[in-house]
């Protein structure tokens, strides 16, 4: 590819389809019709000398080429807007729509401070809440899936920090809080020691994000060389709550999640008798998103949301 004569239009078309996934959405976000952004992407294509993404049945599917190309391309991209427009952002006349990925919980935690910042500020912005079903979210961020994903990643979290500045992903911590097990006022356990063979002897109930059948509990017991019986899972942690209250199973919860629930009132909540560790929720966001004045001043308010000063 001759650089010299690159037309660098292109590189915006290809930033657009590679956030949007469809040729229609990137010809909507440029404000251009959809023959211009196909005739656009062809040229690209040549000016590559390889195609960059491949059409399916619910949009365009980049190539590895393509994947590897757009950090660099987004972070130049955002380097210049930065560099001829700095902060150029007004969230009372710039409409624009983000995408979050956490669990019912976390949502329930931090979204009404979240509005509550957008109203304060006459904010245009949109917020659409999407489900985590994963421990990992690093595919739905590099892919442009979701704008931000919240939630206890601790894999990717010491990745991250391990690889530093060269790490494809940032983050920042929101907040910490530790597992508890609950169970209903007047359950069997409630005025008994919570020995690890009562915990043991219990029947349970497993609150999973992910829909796995095992989860961080019957790791930890396994390395202890006992099990439990889980009679149900669930995916939501408001169900959970209204499960525990309505029976004898026994269920292990973010002590910060309990008032998300709906019935903390109606639940006790216990110490465990083994350690799982404390639960850091994290904010995770793509570094060629890192200067892009919306996106900053998103992760500010989701930072005031969760009590920590940006």
Same mark, same amino acid.
């Given at each position: 590819?001759?650089?010299?004569?690159?037309?660098?239009?292109?590189?915006?078309?290809?930033?657009?389809?590679?956030?949007?996934?469809?040729?229609?959405?990137a010809?909507?976000?440029?404000a251009?019709? =959809?023959?211009?952004?196909?005739?656009?992407?062809k040229?690209?294509?040549?000016?590559?000398?390889?195609?960059?993404?491949?059409?399916?049945?619910?949009?365009?599917? +980049?190539?590895?080429?393509? @994947?590897?190309?757009?950090?660099?391309?987004?972070?130049?991209?955002?380097?210049? #807007? @930065?560099?001829?427009?700095?902060?150029?952002?007004?969230?009372?006349?710039?409409? &624009?729509?983000?995408?979050?990925?956490?669990?019912? !919980?976390?949502? !329930?935690?931090?979204?009404?401070?979240? &509005?509550?910042?957008?109203?304060?500020?006459?904010?245009?912005?949109?917020?659409?809440?999407?489900?985590?079903?994963?421990?990992?979210?690093?595919?739905?961020?590099?892919?442009?899936?979701?704008?931000?994903?919240?939630?206890?990643?601790?894999?990717?979290?010491?990745?991250?920090? !391990?690889?530093?500045?060269?790490a494809?992903?940032? #983050?920042?911590?929101?907040?910490?809080?530790?597992?508890?097990?609950?169970?209903?006022?007047?359950? +069997?356990?409630?005025?008994?020691?919570?020995?690890?063979?009562?915990?043991?002897d219990?029947?349970?109930?497993?609150?999973?994000?992910?829909?796995?059948?095992?989860?961080? &509990?019957?790791?930890?017991?396994?390395?202890l060389?006992? =099990?439990?019986?889980?009679?149900?899972?669930?995916? =939501?942690?408001?169900?959970?709550?209204q499960?525990?209250?309505?029976?004898?199973?026994?269920?292990?919860?973010?002590?910060?999640?309990?008032?998300?629930?709906?019935h903390q009132?109606?639940?006790?909540?216990?110490?465990? +008798?083994?350690?799982?560790?404390?639960?850091?929720?994290?904010?995770l966001?793509?570094?060629?998103?890192?200067?892009?004045?919306?996106?900053?001043?998103?992760?500010?308010?989701?930072?005031?949301?969760?009590?920590v =000063?940006?």
């Amino acid at each position: 590819m001759n650089f010299r004569t690159l037309d660098l239009n292109l590189l915006r078309v290809f930033d657009a389809l590679m956030s949007e996934g469809s040729l229609t959405r990137a010809a909507e976000v440029l404000a251009i019709t =959809q023959p211009a952004a196909s005739h656009a992407l062809k040229r690209l294509h040549e000016a590559v000398g390889e195609a960059l993404f491949v059409r399916n049945a619910f949009g365009m599917t +980049p190539t590895p080429k393509a @994947q590897a190309l757009w950090p660099q391309v987004r972070a130049a991209l955002g380097a210049l #807007q @930065q560099a001829l427009a700095p902060g150029a952002f007004d969230p009372q006349t710039q409409a &624009v729509t983000f995408r979050l990925a956490m669990t019912d !919980a976390t949502a !329930a935690l931090l979204a009404p401070a979240l &509005v509550a910042e957008i109203e304060r500020e006459r904010a245009l912005c949109n917020l659409r809440v999407l489900p985590l079903t994963t421990s990992d979210p690093q595919r739905l961020i590099q892919q442009a899936e979701v704008d931000l994903a919240i939630g206890h990643f601790p894999d990717t979290v010491t990745a991250l920090l !391990a690889a530093g500045r060269d790490a494809a992903l940032r #983050q920042a911590r929101l907040y910490d809080t530790r597992h508890v097990c609950v169970m209903r006022h007047g359950h +069997p356990l409630a005025d008994r020691p919570l020995t690890l063979d009562a915990y043991c002897d219990a029947h349970h109930l497993l609150a999973s994000s992910t829909g796995r059948a095992l989860g961080y &509990v019957d790791q930890a017991l396994t390395a202890l060389g006992r =099990q439990r019986r889980v009679v149900m899972s669930v995916n =939501q942690f408001y169900t959970a709550g209204q499960v525990v209250t309505q029976s004898d199973l026994l269920a292990v919860l973010p002590l910060a999640f309990l008032p998300a629930t709906g019935h903390q009132h109606a639940l006790l909540a216990r110490e465990l +008798p083994f350690d799982l560790g404390a639960i850091q929720v994290s904010m995770l966001w793509h570094m060629r998103r890192d200067a892009e004045p919306a996106h900053r001043w998103l992760r500010e308010r989701v930072l005031r949301a969760a009590g920590v =000063q940006p």
